[in-house]
T-cell receptor
């Protein structure tokens, strides 16, 4: 079953602009994670935010979490061509380490 | 850096064959996972393991089994491959935190 749903499914922006992707989920979570996948490769972990955190930064990435709305957003600032990839959110429930992934957002950065 | 190695990048098998997908991690991680990835469906969990000889079903275990005889190795077995098992298979490991993924095995069943 899919826990996370990303929005939009696809996004194209000019290099240098900011990109925002959203994730909604259905049940209470322990933490939420964002991953990046370059074409045909495995996923790479970007950032983890716990249920008691509201915002987290890592370089050009900013993640927010609103547990009341069961949603999260990933902001990539000053986008680069190398940011072209698919981005997935994944949720972890309390009591286990099983991650449930959404269907992803395909981000294209236009040089 | 953690390395998760999947034995094959591409694999072509015939319907009815028994297929083994191998995954090895080098960081002594407790947890290992097998996902399949299909367009429009994202990643779906097939099986996972918290320790040697332990396994738990994920969301779509039908048609699959797993083996974890050693901590570093987690094998996915397709007992009798079918065309609807054509997919990208991703192995991952973790130590109670972020997952570390291999580069995937693209399996085609003809």
């Amino acid at each position: 079953s899919q826990q996370g749903e990303e929005d939009p499914q696809a996004l194209s922006i000019q290099e240098g602009e900011n990109a925002t992707m959203n994730c909604s989920y259905k049940t209470s979570i322990n933490n939420l994670q964002w991953y990046r996948q370059n074409s045909g490769r495995g996923l790479v972990h970007l950032i983890l935010i716990r249920s008691n955190e509201r915002e987290k930064h890592s370089g050009r990435l900013r993640v927010t979490l609103d547990t009341s709305k069961k949603s999260s957003s990933l902001l990539i600032t000053a986008s680069r061509a190398a940011d072209t990839a698919s981005y997935f959110c994944a949720t972890v429930n309390f009591g286990n380490e099983k991650l449930t992934f959404g269907t992803g957002t395909r981000l294209t950065i236009i040089p | 850096d953690v390395k998760v190695t999947q034995s094959s990048r591409y694999l072509v098998k015939r319907t009815g064959e028994k297929v083994f997908l191998e995954c090895v991690q080098d960081m002594d991680h407790e947890n290992m996972f097998w996902y399949r990835q299909d367009p429009g469906l994202g990643l779906r969990l097939i099986y996972f393991s918290y320790d040697v000889k332990m396994k738990e079903k994920g969301d779509i275990p039908e048609g699959y089994s797993v083996s974890r005889e050693k901590k570093e190795r987690f094998s996915l077995i397709l007992e009798s491959a079918s065309t609807n098992q054509t997919s990208m298979y991703l192995c991952a490991s973790s130590f109670y935190g972020p997952l570390h993924f291999g580069n995937g095995t693209r399996l085609t069943v003809t």
